[in-house]
């Protein structure tokens, strides 16, 4: 083989279907992909594809190299956990950054997973600085909107955000109960920007007027106690533990995507892979 990472391209392609999959499996643009295949078919003499308007199809010689290539990546992985010493152990420190809006419900997985792996040691780290997998500040991040494109990442999709509009008891006491006819003689709380990262805030400074947002907030925490204290309504995740009158349902408008990022460096040691197995049976659609 004159180049190990044709070949564990080509069977990315095969794994997934799709330069796209591949391309975020592996974390690089999908015009590498599309190199690497090329190439390495141009090298073989052989086509490895079929493709169509709805991805790749590996024709006889591509399942051939799929077989090989995941045999071999599995023994690379094996090799390279015993250099670094990880072996089959899930131990030591763990480091997870998060949005602090994740937190409420990423914490009790926490604790299942160390339950599981007493030996570990955890470190969450939320913030609104983005922390770097490639200098070593976090093992796993869990991170919201469009798909994470940092170089030697990789990228997998966790969980979808259905936020819902919310009120308090103390709120509905003083105020009445809100309905969506009436829902710009409230008050609102928000964002301290115009231009807020989740979908259901962007909304929010798009639909309601300015002067109907009585308690302004540049961190999500904030907006979650300001909710919970009744200054007025505002976005939470349905199903959470907390005492609050649903308004409005979860709309597909206010929805966002969580994801999954690791590095390619530590993406196959024993804890990361452990975790991120643990994470996303606990918190897919539809997981309690």
């Known amino acids: 083989m004159q180049d190990w990472d044709e070949y564990r391209t080509a069977y990315e392609v095969v794994r997934h279907g799709t330069v796209s999959g591949a391309a975020a499996a592996l974390g690089v643009h999908h015009a590498t992909v599309i190199r690497h295949v090329d190439a390495l078919e141009a090298r073989l003499g052989v086509k490895l594809f079929q493709r169509h308007a709805r991805g790749y199809?590996?024709?006889?010689?591509?399942?051939?190299?799929?077989?090989?290539?995941?045999?071999?990546?599995?023994?690379?992985?094996q090799l390279g956990a015993r250099l670094t010493g990880q072996g089959a152990a899930v131990s030591g420190e763990l480091v997870v950054t998060t949005l602090a809006s994740s937190v409420p419900r990423l914490l009790?997985?926490?604790?299942?997973?160390?339950?599981?792996h007493p030996e570990v040691r955890i470190t969450c780290r939320t913030g609104r600085r983005l922390f770097r997998l490639e200098?070593?500040?976090?093992?796993?991040?869990?991170?919201?909107?469009?798909?994470?494109?940092?170089?030697?990442?990789?990228v997998q999709e966790l969980t979808t955000v259905r936020p819902a509009l919310f009120a308090a008891p103390a709120y509905v006491a003083r105020r009445g109960m809100p309905t969506e006819a009436d829902l710009a003689t409230?008050?609102?709380i928000g964002p301290?920007?115009?231009?807020?990262?989740?979908?259901?805030?962007?909304?929010?400074?798009?639909?309601?007027?300015?002067?109907?947002?009585?308690?302004?907030?540049?961190?999500?925490?904030?907006?979650?106690?300001?909710?919970?204290?009744?200054?007025?309504?505002?976005?939470?995740?349905p199903g959470e533990d907390r005492d609050l009158i649903e308004v409005m349902p979860p709309r597909a408008e206010w929805s966002s995507t969580l994801w999954l990022v690791t590095h390619m460096d530590l993406h196959r040691t024993a804890k990361v892979q452990a975790l991120t197995r643990f994470l996303k049976a606990a918190m897919a659609d539809g997981a309690p």
């Open 57 to 77: 199809t590996p024709t006889e010689a591509g399942a051939d190299l799929a077989r090989v290539a995941q045999a071999t990546d599995d023994q690379f992985a």
């Open 108 to 116: 009790p997985v926490l604790a299942q997973f160390r339950a599981a």
């Open 135 to 154: 200098y070593g500040e976090a093992h796993v991040a869990i991170r919201a909107g469009s798909p994470p494109r940092e170089p030697d990442n990789v």
């Open 186 to 188: 409230h008050d609102f």
């Open 192 to 237: 301290d920007s115009d231009n807020p990262g989740p979908p259901a805030l962007k909304w929010l400074v798009a639909n309601v007027p300015a002067d109907r947002i009585v308690f302004r907030a540049n961190d999500e925490t904030s907006l979650t106690v300001a909710l919970l204290a009744g200054l007025g309504l505002g976005f939470a995740s």
